[in-house]
Every structure is written in structure tokens, then in C-alpha cells.
């Protein structure tokens, strides 16, 4: 049996960002959870490009893939989840992992990339810690 799945609704509810940016890197959808990770209300993201959230020394190697994406029509980040740094909108920094989905026209060349992401600054911390204690423990080990 299939069902009507309402899209705006499921974009809406979802608990992981969703941001859609054009084939100029334009952002054309930013949903509620994009809004609490970040702290940009809709209105504020749209149309500005993703350097709201990309650190300022990652911005020229992000637009350089995105050009590459958009010209190719291929992405290695489509099946992989990719971990990187963002800062939300009042500069703080964050750890966020994301995947993304390219979005075809007719004529088959790119018309949006869609990126699903999700804040793992608590797990990165977390895993900083426990890799800090490790290297202590080995160091002590070594030592005694």
C-alpha cells in the first residue's frame, strides 16, 4: 500500500538540519531544526550562501568542492557522513556531521544540493576527553 508522505510537514518535523542551497550556493530551504542548531531564523539564511556556518578559514576550500559538484555532478559525500567544523550564528564553534543528496533537473545537470545535518559537538567533546585520559593512562603505563 503506498502513502502520501506531505514533505513540507516531514522537512519541518525533522530533528536533523535540513538546508537546500542552489547551483549558485544560495540557501532556498532552511528548516526549524537548521534554525535551533544554528541560531539563524529562516529569513536571515535564505538566499545567503553557506558561509554562515562555515568557518572562516574552511570557506574557500567548501566553495571550491561545491564548484566542482555543481560542474561534475558527482559528490563523494553522498553516501559518506562527513565530519567537520561550523560556528553557529553567534560564532561559537560547533561539531557537525552531514550528508548530502544532489538534486537533478531534466536535463539532468545539478539544480540543488540538499545537506542533512546533525550537531555532534557533545560526542566530539566527549570523544576528545576519552582520547586525552587514554594517552594519559598509556603515558603513565609507560612510565611505571
Not at 105 to 110: A, H, N
Request: glycine share 8%; hydrophobic share 40%; proline share 3%.
Amino acid at each position: 500500500m503506498q502513502t502520501s508522505v506531505n514533505l513540507e510537514a516531514l522537512v519541518t518535523a525533522a530533528g536533523d538540519a535540513i538546508v537546500v542551497c542552489d547551483p549558485n550556493g544560495a540557501i532556498t530551504l532552511w528548516n526549524p531544526a537548521a534554525e535551533r542548531m544554528f541560531g539563524f531564523a529562516e529569513a536571515e539564511a535564505l538566499g545567503n550562501s553557506l558561509d554562515l556556518i562555515i568557518p572562516e578559514r574552511l570557506r574557500q576550500r567548501h566553495g571550491d568542492g561545491y564548484r566542482k559538484t555543481m560542474e561534475t555532478g558527482q559528490t563523494k559525500y553522498g553516501e559518506d557522513l562527513l565530519r567537520v567544523p561550523a560556528i553557529d550564528k553567534a560564532g561559537g564553534s560547533m561539531s557537525i556531521a552531514f550528508s548530502v543528496a544532489l538534486m537533478f533537473d531534466d536535463d539532468g545537470q545539478v539544480s540543488a544540493i540538499a545537506a542533512f545535518i546533525r550537531d555532534e559537538t557533545s560526542r566530539f567533546q566527549e570523544d576528545r576527553k576519552l582520547r586525552k585520559r587514554l594517552a594519559e593512562l598509556e603515558s603513565e603505563a609507560a612510565h611505571a
